[in-house]
């Protein structure tokens, strides 16, 4: 599956999020389409949802207007979203626009596990 990884940059995104994935089992099963891996220039997400994207997996424990018109771009383009959040933040309700499906994590192991099973249910 090709997994586009949407997120606030109100955070350490490298090393919370892309490094953990890039470093489990997952990161080798899967694409993962890491926006700002190597850079902090704007990433093409709109042209990736219209061309081949199977899934959008976002981390939304940070409000982030990018990412929120992101997700606007996959969902018009039928691209399944999953959100994922860390305990103790409370995700926007307007998520509820583009998914019904909101994952809760406390650490980099659940959040692993909550992406798994986010790709089983959605793997084609």
């Known amino acids: 599956m090709r997994i586009y990884i949407a997120h606030?940059?109100?955070?350490?995104?490298r090393t919370e999020l892309y490094i953990p994935?890039?470093?489990s089992t997952l990161g080798t099963e899967h694409t993962f389409l890491l926006p700002h891996d190597a850079s902090d220039a704007l990433f093409s997400s709109r042209e990736l949802f219209a061309n081949g994207c199977d899934l959008v997996i976002a981390e939304v424990s940070f409000p982030s207007t990018g990412m929120g018109i992101e997700l606007g771009w996959a969902n018009a383009a039928g691209v399944?979203?999953?959100c994922v959040y860390k305990s103790g933040t409370t995700p926007s309700s307007a998520l509820a626009s583009v998914t019904d499906t909101k994952l809760e994590y406390a650490n980099a192991?659940?959040?692993?596990?909550q992406i798994s099973k986010a790709i089983q249910k959605h793997h084609t």
Do not use: Q
């Open 80 to 82: 399944p979203i999953v």
């Open 21 to 23: 994935i890039k470093e």
């Open 109 to 113: 192991t659940e959040l692993l596990e």
């Open 8 to 13: 606030s940059s109100n955070f350490d995104f």
